[in-house]
């Protein structure tokens, strides 16, 4: 296990309009303020969603999309350092319509309908995504 | 896209009582403690949920309730000003006997078993609700 | 309703190993850092889910299993007391291969795949847990 330590520093809400891509702009705030260590939570709803499931015995993800409005009822994440460039990593819950439960790793294609998020951001030393071979994610 | 910067403030626990109203008892106590902008999470268990769909096309909320026992597996939202008052804001996740997930956007009428809520306080200027015709939403 | 107040402290990131187990390893860490009063978030993957359901009649846990490679999509909880020890309560949120949304309270169990965590310190009095006769449970 590796652990880091932080003091709490601003906290940043963003809320993102519609047909903004979830993914990317949150990327591209995080890196216009050169945030490289933040906790990052969200909620909002979408137009449609670009998700991810990683197959852990191939070690590859595998890409797929719901493409009908969703509410996101929970989504969680970090910024840290990938390439030497803050880097965005996220999940979300969504749920349709019916009140059905889904979710995945958020991926950029991701259309935001409305979107609340908070980004605390993490005063100390950032953590550093480097390839991992028992996974093969890139990982803090 | 809005932003809004603040430093954390004071973190609230609350643990609610059988029976409270989950989206009522939040509201009353940040009324009452005049928190204006804050970041909230929670956990815990529900007797019953009643939760919204946002239709986007037709711009109306579509009320639906659950009617049964359910895990609340992750909860995320904030408190903003709306004419004036503070106001909650939440989505929530749950999961019900089968550990099938569910959710949507709380509503009042969603009945606390038992409930954890972290309601961190943002110092500054907090963010105002205001119609937004796009979404025919008020968002901050 | 219950309320407690905190200064925010200390955030802890933690990234659990493959095969560590989710529950038992977060508890290990916050143990041994003396950490009592904390909130905590996290989301990851791992390689299969050690869940409970409260049966809200019966004020018993009905344990199941999720014996397949799931995302954590949205993981919340928090640290308190109990018997004089830091314990560990803790929710998520699952997604599985087609998407499907899945949850429940996290045991004992849970096998890491991988896993990333924020541990955000209370500093304050820390709650502690003691039996609930309404609810069966221990709460703060």
Chains 1, 2, 3 share one sequence.
């Not at 993914?23 to 909620?43: M, S």
């Not at 993490?122 to 995504?129: A, Q, S």
Request: hydrophobic content about 40%; glycine content about 8%; aromatic content about 10%.
């Amino acid at each position: 296990m590796r652990s880091f330590r932080f003091d709490p520093g601003t906290v940043h809400l963003l809320r993102l309009d519609t047909d903004d891509d979830l993914y990317d702009t949150i990327t591209e705030y995080v890196k216009r303020h050169h945030i490289d260590a933040a906790w990052v939570t969200f909620l909002g709803a979408v137009k449609r969603a670009s998700l991810r499931y990683y197959d852990q015995d191939q070690k590859t993800y595998v890409d797929f999309s719901i493409d009908e409005p969703l509410e996101v009822v929970a989504g969680v994440g970090n910024v840290s350092v990938l390439d030497g460039e803050p880097f965005l990593h996220i999940h979300a819950a969504f749920a349709d319509e019916s009140g059905t439960g889904r979710g995945g790793h958020v991926n950029a294609g991701t259309v935001v309908f409305a979107l609340e998020v908070s980004i605390q951001v993490l005063d100390g030393e950032p953590p550093v995504r480097l390839p991992d071979d028992c996974t093969g994610l890139t990982l803090w």
